[in-house]
């Protein structure tokens, strides 16, 4: 079975640019997760989809910060215009739904360097 | 919202002892709790899990013990291996609608040969 598949791998922009992470989450999973992962810390959730619907953002900076699912599979996340502290890995997961207490499972996620 | 904290965030260890890492989460009706291996380079893994109907589950030299009272759970590895080194999250999820995840901040367990 493929796992969720993310890219690109790395990215390093300049404060102020724009920058974009794709996530294709394994094969009928209907909950996606987009989680942020500073250095040294847990991952925290930004935004989650159940299909194409979103069901939380409430930890989403809204006004930089963007994300769609279109079609309720792959998943794009944007950042504009992008800061220093927005420096850290972004991880995407994806799980069943329908189930109660569903494992996610996580892309290798992309590791942005906003210098 | 759920608040989980997470102790220690280091632990270095001898191979072949064994290494606990505890947690505590603050809303009682949390309903499950994965643990979550990450390796360098590489998005986490879940590795054990347990539900809130259960007090303890053992998956080989990994074992997880809940306490709904006290309102902490902790992850026991046995018999540590080099390969064991990682950082380990623990999680506590609350089911509703639909599931919301928080996540403690880490252990780096490092063992040592």
């Known amino acids: 079975e493929a796992g969720v598949a993310q890219s690109p791998r790395y990215k390093i922009i300049e404060k102020r640019q724009s920058v974009a992470f794709w996530c294709n989450p394994i094969?009928?999973?209907?909950?996606l997760y987009w989680y942020q992962q500073i250095l040294g810390q847990g991952p925290k959730l930004l935004i989650q989809f159940q299909n194409n619907g979103v069901v939380d953002d409430s930890q989403l900076p809204k006004d930089r910060f963007s994300a769609e699912r279109l079609k309720g599979v792959d998943s794009t996340l944007k950042i504009q215009p992008a800061k220093l502290e927005d420096s850290a890995v972004y991880l995407c997961?994806?799980?069943?739904?329908?189930?109660?207490?569903?494992?996610?499972?996580f892309g290798q996620g992309t590791r942005l360097t906003v210098v | 919202g759920e608040n989980v904290e997470q102790h220690p965030s280091t632990l270095s260890v001898q191979e072949g002892d064994s290494a606990v890492i505890k947690c505590t989460y603050s809303d009682s009706a949390s309903n499950y709790f994965p643990w979550y291996k990450q390796e360098l380079g590489k998005g986490p893994q879940l590795i054990i899990d347990i539900r809130s109907n259960v007090g303890e589950k053992k998956d080989q030299r990994i074992a997880v013990t809940l306490n709904k009272t006290a309102k902490h759970f902790s992850l026991h590895i046995t018999e540590t291996q080099p390969e064991d080194s990682a950082v380990y999250f623990c999680a506590a999820v609350l089911s509703g609608g639909y599931q919301k995840v928080t996540f403690g901040t880490g252990t780096k367990l490092q063992v040592i040969p």
């Open positions: 094969s009928g999973h209907a909950t």
């Open positions: 997961a994806s799980s069943l739904v329908g189930q109660l207490n569903t494992e996610a499972f």
